[in-house]
């Protein structure tokens, strides 16, 4: 970078110019990646057909990622971040008054989401080969969960074990409703997963 430093605004241009090319073309990858997995299973995918629906080169493919998987992990990594946006979860050092109103707002949220982004999620919730993928979303999720229940004043059942037991439930609400062409409108989902899961919940942590 040494010998950029006459002509910084130059050279920072040209590395946002190739930063923006990056991003572009990771985006047009996985957008290919998700539609072609709609169609016709993950499984049944190659590195060509994502290439191809992308219009970007075979070889090009390979300055990104090693294979499949990690596009498809990269993806499911950068929509998570996404959706952590969206919902606005408490911070970990932020008090929270009132938890199953969070959780109560975080459904609508999450639900709307869902409602937003079908496509997505379709394939990472109901192809059951895409299991690995969702590894590291649950992981996060289950933290992020454990900071909101680590407040209560009582724990007769474990942060952990309550924080696991929203998410999985709270998935598999999930993947019903996308099974089921989503019946009912995310405001409703919202209170079903309040009162189906959150509630029972943290009247087992507190027994209020």
Partial sequence: MAHCLPYRTECANKIMSKDRRIRR?????????IAIALEKGYKNI?????????????RTYFRHYAGL????????????????????????DEEVADPVSVFRNT?????????????????FLLDDGLQFALVPVMKGARSRTETILSVLPQKRISTPIAANHIIASALSLMR???ENDMPYPPERMGKIFTDLIVQPTWLALTEE
């Fill in 46 to 58: 190659t590195i060509q057909d994502v290439t191809d629906r992308a219009d970007i080169g075979y």
């Fill in 25 to 33: 073309t990771q985006k047009l990858l996985g957008e290919a990646l």
């Fill in 69 to 92: 998987d990690e596009l498809l992990v990269d993806v499911a990594q950068g929509r998570l971040n996404e959706l952590y946006d969206n919902l606005k979860l408490p911070q970990a």
């Fill in 176 to 178: 019903w409703w996308l």
């Fill in 107 to 123: 459904g609508e949220t999450l639900f709307r989401i869902i409602q937003e982004n079908q496509n997505i999620f379709r394939v």
